[in-house]
């Protein structure tokens, strides 16, 4: 089947040419991805700068740069350092004033942003504060709103105002300064406007289009605003996306950062290593980094998650678990020393019943008790692999016999080695035997002489039931 390029590929005048390196860019089955793809991100990453943060004069917020930024990304932390973000505005309201409009609306302003000055009254024991008219204007909002607020939120009190100056003190006459400072606190910190959590924004004019940047997220609320382009906005908080446009939104989010991040440091790294942290990442549904906590602590390898963090925890619980090891990837199968499943380690052969016809061995006498020194086939057992013929010898074949039929026949040399040893040891074994009982033990037990030997240089010589019965023990004894 010819494969074909993307859709949006073809019918171009360059298509042959897109074609071929569209080819050559495609991996071969069983490549080591994961490895290239780390060396391909770390490498570069080695040559970043630690600029934690940028400010471009008054122009932007403060932005984590630099690998602390892939760091972020990669641990996928939870509360990122500087969270950002970018508010794109509708067709028909992209010019300044409706970008400082909207501006107003989502910046989170505090009673205290709007004081010049704070003061306690220890005789009167009375707060006053002094705001400044200026910012109530450009934050667009009404001195009776303040002083409505501050009601609302401040029980137990009285808000009273001459001019630009606010009086407040509590109720009632059984209180003193520790009060008084409780209260303090708390109308300070009072929201008079805006999104929580957006504490800073700015106005940026790029290509001719206005649009918003800003400190603090809330990415649902600031979507829902009026004149607010929902399908452009974006922040660099990717928990925040996928709680607002799920993770498919997360996924790409995480792309993006990794590409501007590596990108800001003049570094170009292929886009598919990206792609795969990205996918990797988000595959489960939900955000997870690369931690112990997240996607090394998910694998199903024990060998696997000991090897990169808590080693003596990972092994005593997965040993308390009874967990076993499938060693089904690289990490896992380099610890223990086998072959890793990349490349041609990852190719079985595998039998397919009917498809070959099995080959048919010589047939020989392996029982060679039950063989007559005439009935032997010494030529038929040469024909056999070199462990069969050492099996029958072993199992007490005329070793002599055999080397002058491997001799006359195939003549392997390493065979013909140990058949000429054996040869030699078999002569030795046959002159013992004809001593005494008493002598053939104490040659087996003091001088090492192999059992097995003896007892088929008995058999050939004396038969001595009772020796034989004796090897006979012997043998199984050391078999134990």
Known sequence: MKEELPEKYQGRDDEDELEDRYKEMKFEPGEAVGVVGAQSIAEPATQM???????????????????????????????????????????????????????????????????????????????????????????????????????????STTVERDGSTITVYPQGEDYDLTDLQDVKNKAENIRMKGIKGVEHVVILEEDGEWRIQTAGVNLRKVMKLDGVDATRTTTNDFFETKKVLGIEAARNMILRELQNTLEEQGMNVDVRWLLMIADTMTKRGEIEGTTRYGLVGAKHSVLARSAFEETKSHLTGAALKGETDPLASVVENIIVGQQVPVGTGMVDLKAEPGKAEPVEEPSIPMDVEESSEDDFDYEGLVENNVGKVKETVEAGADAGKVLEAEVNDRNRVTLVDWLAERTEVEEGYEEAAGANIGDVKEEVEEEGLEPELMLAAEKQNKDRSTLVEWLESRIERDEL
């Open 49 to 155: 700068t630690m600029e934690t943060y940028h400010k471009a004069g008054a122009a932007r917020v403060s932005i984590t740069l630099g690998l602390p930024r892939l760091i972020e990304i990669l641990d996928a932390r939870k509360n990122p350092k500087t969270p950002i973000m970018d508010v794109y505005l509708e067709e028909g309201k992209r010019t300044e004033e409706d970008a400082r409009e909207i501006a107003a609306e989502i910046q989170e302003v505090k009673f205290e942003d709007m004081v010049d000055e704070d003061s306690f009254n220890i005789a009167k024991l009375e707060l006053e504060f002094e705001v400044n008219k200026d910012l109530l204007e450009e934050f667009r909002i009404d001195m009776d709103e303040v002083i409505e607020k501050l009601k609302e939120k401040t029980t």
